[in-house]
């Protein structure tokens, strides 16, 4: 009988416990970010790497019960992206899409770009 009422005993107080967190939660609201990918070349396992940080955090919230605002986006402006996006433009028309690169090297490339 003992150990029975310690038992029930114990479960109010979980429940209770259970139910005190639950309220203070319910109007908590967290704000992740995380720095965007600069889009001035291609994804890689360093971006990932940053990313899942932030993301595993807005998820332990937001399994805790809390309201969880995480925006996702990428840093595309200026500059870098015009240039990336002539230099792909200039690939683009002198090996085609996809790409059919020539069997002369790697130099190939380099040396009738400079002298085009």
């Given at each position: 009988m003992y150990i029975a009422h310690c038992v029930l005993f114990s479960f109010v107080d979980h429940l209770t416990l259970q139910y005190k967190?639950?309220?203070?939660?319910?109007n908590v609201s967290v704000f992740g970010n995380s720095p965007y990918p600069y889009m001035n070349g291609i994804l890689h396992l360093g971006h990932a790497f940053t990313l899942t940080k932030a993301e595993f955090a807005a998820g332990y919230q937001r399994l805790?019960?809390?309201?969880?605002?995480?925006?996702?986006g990428f840093h595309c402006t200026g500059m870098p992206i015009a240039a990336c996006a002539q230099k792909i433009r200039e690939e683009i028309s002198h090996f085609g899409n996809p790409p059919q690169f020539p069997k002369e090297g790697k130099?190939?490339?380099?040396?009738?770009?400079?002298?085009?």
């Amino acid at each position: 009988m003992y150990i029975a009422h310690c038992v029930l005993f114990s479960f109010v107080d979980h429940l209770t416990l259970q139910y005190k967190i639950t309220q203070t939660n319910e109007n908590v609201s967290v704000f992740g970010n995380s720095p965007y990918p600069y889009m001035n070349g291609i994804l890689h396992l360093g971006h990932a790497f940053t990313l899942t940080k932030a993301e595993f955090a807005a998820g332990y919230q937001r399994l805790k019960g809390k309201n969880v605002l995480f925006p996702f986006g990428f840093h595309c402006t200026g500059m870098p992206i015009a240039a990336c996006a002539q230099k792909i433009r200039e690939e683009i028309s002198h090996f085609g899409n996809p790409p059919q690169f020539p069997k002369e090297g790697k130099y190939f490339y380099i040396k009738t770009h400079i002298q085009n």
